[in-house]
């Protein structure tokens, strides 16, 4: 519910404080404020409810403003994190445990990790023959391993401060059995609203 809705909800209900706080906000010209302050006179007061509803809507453009928020909003939710973008940002952050991560920064580079590993794994198949192969392929892994475990940890911290929670959770992956699917279920979430952690990241 609005919040200028609320405060008609409970002026309708005799809070007189919600209808002078609704009156305040509609005199000061918030169009919205307006709009809500005509339903409570759309009962009672013909003349004051045309009065306040044309001040909304043909001096403030009330519904214009509404279904521009609306189509912004929209655009918002469409746009996400590219898969070069999203690799670029994170390597970028390389040891930055601090702001948020978006969903798709997140899954974009989880797949670059899986893509990495594959490769390696086909590196593997097609040439260890020998000790001296199996030597560099190992070293191979092992280096690729140490230098993205650090982006790997650090984008998901940032994905859970998205979501409102704290890196600490990333600790839930290790509780058997369970642990691992709540921490798949954060990082599924939708980005939350401005938090302590920054606000909501536009992709």
């Given at each position: 519910m609005?919040?200028?809705?609320?405060?008609?909800?409970e002026?309708l209900?005799g809070?007189?404080?919600?209808?002078?706080?609704?009156k305040f906000?509609a005199?000061s010209g918030?169009?919205?404020a307006?709009?809500?302050f005509?339903?409570?006179?759309a009962k009672?007061?013909?003349?004051?409810?045309?009065?306040?509803?044309?001040k909304?809507?043909?001096?403030?453009h009330?519904?214009a403003?509404?279904?521009?928020?609306?189509?912004?909003?929209k655009?918002?939710?469409?746009?996400?994190?590219?898969?070069?973008?999203a690799?670029k940002t994170c390597?970028n952050?390389?040891?930055?445990f601090t702001?948020?991560?978006s969903?798709s920064?997140y899954?974009?580079?989880a797949?670059?990790?899986?893509?990495?590993?594959?490769?390696?794994?086909?590196i593997?198949v097609v040439?260890?023959?020998d000790?001296?192969?199996?030597?560099?392929?190992t070293a191979?892994?092992?280096c690729t391993?140490?230098?993205l475990?650090?982006p790997?940890i650090a984008?998901g911290?940032?994905?859970?401060?998205?979501?409102?929670?704290s890196g600490w959770?990333?600790?839930?992956?290790?509780?058997?059995?369970?642990g691992?699917?709540?921490?798949?279920?954060?990082?599924?979430k939708e980005?939350?609203?401005?938090?302590?952690?920054g606000?909501?990241?536009?992709?």
């Open positions: 609005r919040y200028n809705e609320r405060l008609l909800h002026a209900q809070n007189k404080d919600s209808f002078k706080e609704l906000n005199g918030d169009a919205e307006q709009y809500y005509a339903q409570y006179y009672d007061s013909e003349e004051d409810f045309r009065y306040w509803i044309k909304a809507i043909v001096d403030n009330y519904f403003k509404l279904e521009g928020q609306a189509i912004h909003e655009e918002q939710e469409q746009e996400s994190m590219k898969f070069s973008e690799v390597l952050k390389y040891t930055t702001g948020r991560a969903r920064e899954w974009w580079f797949f670059f990790y899986f893509l990495v590993f594959m490769l390696l794994a086909i593997t040439f260890v023959r000790e001296t192969s199996y030597f560099i392929v191979l892994s092992v391993t140490l230098a475990i650090l790997g984008v911290v940032r994905r859970l401060h998205d979501v409102g929670k959770w990333m600790l839930v992956s290790f509780i058997p059995y369970i691992s699917f709540i921490l798949l279920y954060f990082m599924c980005s939350a609203a401005d938090n302590e952690f606000k909501r990241p536009d992709k």
